[in-house]
């Protein structure tokens, strides 16, 4: 199976930082590699697919990078609705085994 | 869209079937995935269904734990229980595979699942 391997697993900001996640895959896994915001109560919501794709309607603050096996999610300028969870996650192995990364929880500083 | 059925509270042994309805788009063409998240934890990956054939992929921390299937003719998705553990207290999120973005693009509200005795 593929590990998926994020930092940090929480981190604190202010809005309009510039902050970055990173993803680390256990092997290659091309650009197979999207990322989820979660809020309590809700459902997760798509941000990014094929590593550096923005989903429909998702702010342009939001990029992502990478390939292989190094990702990185940066959200340009925080605003206070991007205080969240975020999930990394491969779609790369051939038998749909799509593993999440553990989570980096956003706060407010 | 799809929407889940509603919360559920159980009893430890007891049986469960939660569904996901799609609506607004070719049910049987996009596979359907279910994700775990308990108090407190992060996202899981429990594994996949193709509601056109019920051909299913589960990851090996749920396989013999759960089952999927499907009725397309009715856009339903279900994950099932045959016996409940006080362990599978958690959100399960149904959600949609989309092949030309190779990721999750649509999620369900979730369903609260609380076994307890």
């Known amino acids: 199976d593929i590990q998926m391997t994020q930092s940090p697993s929480s981190l604190s900001a202010s809005v309009g930082d510039r902050v970055t996640i990173t993803c680390r895959a256990s092997q290659g896994i091309s650009d197979h590699l999207n990322w989820y915001q979660w809020k309590p109560g809700k459902a997760p919501k798509l941000l990014i697919y094929a590593a550096s794709s923005l989903q429909s309607g998702v702010p342009s603050r939001f990029s992502g990078s990478g390939s292989g096996t190094d990702f990185t999610l940066t959200i340009s300028s925080l605003q206070p609705e991007d205080f969240a969870t975020y999930y990394c996650q491969q779609s790369h192995n051939a038998q749909y085994m799509y593993s999440f990364g553990r989570g980096t929880k956003l706060e407010i500083k | 869209q799809l929407v889940q059925s509603g919360g559920e509270v159980k009893k430890p042994g007891d049986s469960l079937k939660i569904s996901c309805r799609g609506y607004?788009?070719?049910?049987?063409?996009?596979?359907i995935g279910w994700v775990r998240q308990m108090p407190g934890k992060g996202l899981e990956w429990m594994g996949i269904?193709?509601?056109?054939?019920?051909?299913?992929r589960y990851s090996p921390s749920f396989l013999g734990q759960v089952t999927f299937s499907a009725d397309r003719s009715i856009t339903t998705a279900y994950l099932q229980w045959s016996s409940l553990k006080a362990s599978d207290t958690a959100i399960y999120y149904c959600?949609?595979?989309?092949?030309?973005?190779?990721?999750?693009?649509?999620w369900g509200q979730g369903t609260v699942v609380t076994v307890s005795s």
């Open positions: 269904i193709d509601p056109s054939d019920s051909d299913s």
């Open positions: 959600t949609r595979l989309s092949p030309t973005l190779r990721a999750f693009d649509i």
């Open positions: 607004d788009y070719s049910f049987a063409n996009y596979w």
